[in-house]
């Protein structure tokens, strides 16, 4: 297999279907794309492994891009000194998961993009974050650090090994079975009355920045409400999305959420827009309007539900994975406004009247540009909506004739049926009976152009069809399938459902901890078969499959699902009991349960 890096452009990447791929494949890197080819490349030439994970709307991945990966010079070092290996960690969240818990086990926190370093077998020995081309923010320049861990691999062996024996050591520790733990009702509420005391009672939200939208935590909350009969759980819940509403984590022109906040306003955000968040909040909007009757709430859920329509949808009526924060190399200038700008669009009185609304001045609130928030609260009437309305229009329709962000629309079966359970949840709360149709739609397409007999495959891009379904797609596609059913009655739904579920357990059970591994017993062998328990953006598998499991029993009236539930949740509740935060899923799972 050729690659033309070395002179000229182009890499072994420009055969990838993968959007974060193929942004690289004119980098002058050498990239191989993950797989036995790599690997085995990496053992004849005994070189060491430069592994790369990110994905097509990361931002700092593009800059590290930008900067090194683009740069002829830094690229000569990394083809002189490792095969260098690029992964999009949305199509492969088993070997991010393993790289990932490896850099966790290094110290180092853990972000996009992730940069490993692997023995030519795939062991991981040490790695971090972005590093930048010169030194900066506290971070050693990016060819330095190439130049020492080869030298490292070179000259003192014995130090690479001992790391690699500890980090092997550490990741086969986190799959042995642990003691069993008993969580019940009054665990489950003095957890929520700690969570409580975190929410940041003037903006929403966990105190501090950045600030995640949470959505786990605020379902965690929302049912302590339930449990507990008590309105001030879900007043944080409300309190929270308020603030997430109003925004600039929320576009207020388009509609969708970006993925965080810098700031613990909910002012700045990172601008990428992933299917996963929006699915969850969602959801919670619907709650929300549902208990209250703010319309607010049922305002941002249209919203986001119309820009799901207008730019996250496949011709076949799949939900694309998500949307890049940079255009024109500039992360948010898609979404920025100067007051010149506005008022050449909408005129004088408009431009100030909107101005007060959406808190644009000549100085900006970003990078001297104004991110559009109403965090202001400025009183506003029925008429001062509808002016409001009819002047974002306007805008948007001009920002249309910007440079777009990209989007990456690969179809990933596991973000897919997060949305598709959203989407048919919210559809039923607010009786918005397209939503459900519009599930019907995309869960058809998975359950065909996605689906080999009763295997799930994870990705689909332009027509093909990539690697094998993990977990967390069985898991997110059985929830869709049981939201489908409870709301339509129809049965073939349910049918699916139980074809799902016996897969999983033939080929992803694990018999040693309970629950599920990541990946089946047929998979691509990896140096370790993860089987994490931990929360992510979105929740565990094994938190999502233990819902199923209790739906299940209750819609078939069979309790060997309800004895499956049991089983799954008591044998990884240990794990859950060290780490609260890390399985707020599961004990939603559990309070479904109880």
């Known amino acids: 297999m050729g690659s033309k890096s070395a002179s000229g452009r182009g890499n072994r990447l420009a055969r990838e279907t993968s959007p974060y791929l193929l942004q690289h494949k004119d980098n002058p890197v050498d990239w191989w794309p993950w797989g036995p080819p790599a690997l085995q490349h990496a053992r004849e030439v005994n070189k060491p492994i430069l592994l790369s994970v990110g994905y097509a709307a990361c931002h700092w991945c593009h800059v590290m891009a930008h900067e090194s990966f683009e740069d002829d010079a830094t690229a000569a070092v990394m083809n002189d000194l490792f095969v260098n290996i690029k992964v999009d960690r949305e199509e492969r969240p088993d070997i991010d998961q393993i790289y990932m818990a490896a850099l966790h086990h290094l110290g180092e926190q853990g972000g996009w993009p992730l940069t490993m370093f692997l023995t030519p077998a795939g062991e991981p020995v040490w790695g971090g974050t972005y590093f930048p081309k010169e030194s900066h923010y506290g971070r050693p320049a990016f060819v330095d650090v190439l130049r020492e861990v080869a030298r490292l691999f070179r000259e003192e062996p014995h130090r690479i090994e001992q790391n690699r024996a500890a980090l092997m050591q550490r990741l086969a520790a986190a799959a042995r079975p642990q003691g069993r733990v008993t969580i019940g009702a009054a665990e489950l509420d003095n957890f929520a009355m700690q969570v409580a005391r975190l929410i940041d009672t003037v903006h929403g939200g966990l105190r501090g920045a950045p600030k995640f939208p949470q959505c786990q935590i605020f379902e965690f909350l929302w049912r302590a409400g339930l449990r507990r009969c008590e309105a001030r759980f879900f007043e944080l819940v409300e309190h929270s ?3 997430m509403c109003e925004g600039g ?28 968040d929006n699915a969850q909040l969602l959801e919670l909007l619907a709650l929300a309007h549902r208990r209250s009757g703010r319309a607010l709430f049922h305002m941002r859920a249209l919203e986001t539900v119309d820009w799901l329509a207008r730019e996250m949808t496949t011709a076949d009526g799949a939900f694309c994975a998500s949307l890049d924060a940079d255009s024109e190399g500039e992360e948010g200038k898609f979404y920025v406004w100067s007051k010149a700008e506005i008022e050449s669009l909408l005129g004088r009185d408009d431009a100030d009247f909107f101005a007060a609304h959406y808190d644009v001045t000549a100085g900006g609130n970003f990078e001297g540009h104004t991110i559009l928030n109403r965090l202001q609260g400025a009183p506003r009437t029925d008429d001062d909506e509808k002016r409001l309305a009819r002047l974002r ?16 629309d690969k179809v990933l079966a596991d973000w897919n049926g997060l949305m598709i359970a959203a989407l ?14 519009r599930a019907e739609r995309a869960f058809v397409f998975i359950a065909s152009a996605m689906t080999r007999g009763d295997r799930l495959g ?27 059913h409870e709301a339509t009655g129809r049965a073939d739904y349910l049918d699916t459902a139980l074809a799902w579920q016996a897969a999983l357990d033939r080929h992803y059970a694990n018999e040693t901890n309970g629950g599920y591994y990541l990946t089946a017993d047929d998979a691509e062998g990896l140096v370790v078969r993860p089987a994490s328990t ?3 953006a979105t929740p565990n598998a094994n938190a999502i499959a233990a819902q199923n ?19 799954l949740i008591e044998g990884i509740l240990s794990a859950a009991a060290e780490s609260l935060f890390g399985h707020i899923a599961l004990l939603n799972a559990l309070d479904l349960r109880l």
Do not use: C
Request: proline letters at 3%.
């Open 249 to 276: 984590i929320y576009d207020h022109l388009g509609g969708g959420f970006s993925r965080y906040s810098v700031d613990e306003r909910w002012l700045v955000p990172h601008f990428e827009k992933m299917l996963y």
């Open 424 to 437: 048919v949840n919210a559809g039923v709360l607010l009786e918005e009976s397209d939503w459900v149709a």
């Open 549 to 567: 499991l209790v739906r299940l029993a209750a819609v078939t009236g069979d309790m060997q699902w309800r004895q499956k539930a049991d089983g």
């Open 241 to 243: 999305l308020e603030g």
């Open 393 to 408: 229009a306007v805008l948007l329709q001009a920002r249309a004739q910007r440079v777009r962000p990209g989007l990456d």
């Open 458 to 484: 994870h990705s689909w891009r332009e027509g093909r069809l990539l690697f094998p379904g993990l977990a967390s797609d069985f898991a997110a596609m059985i929830k869709a399938a049981l939201a489908l």
């Open 534 to 536: 931990v929360d992510d």
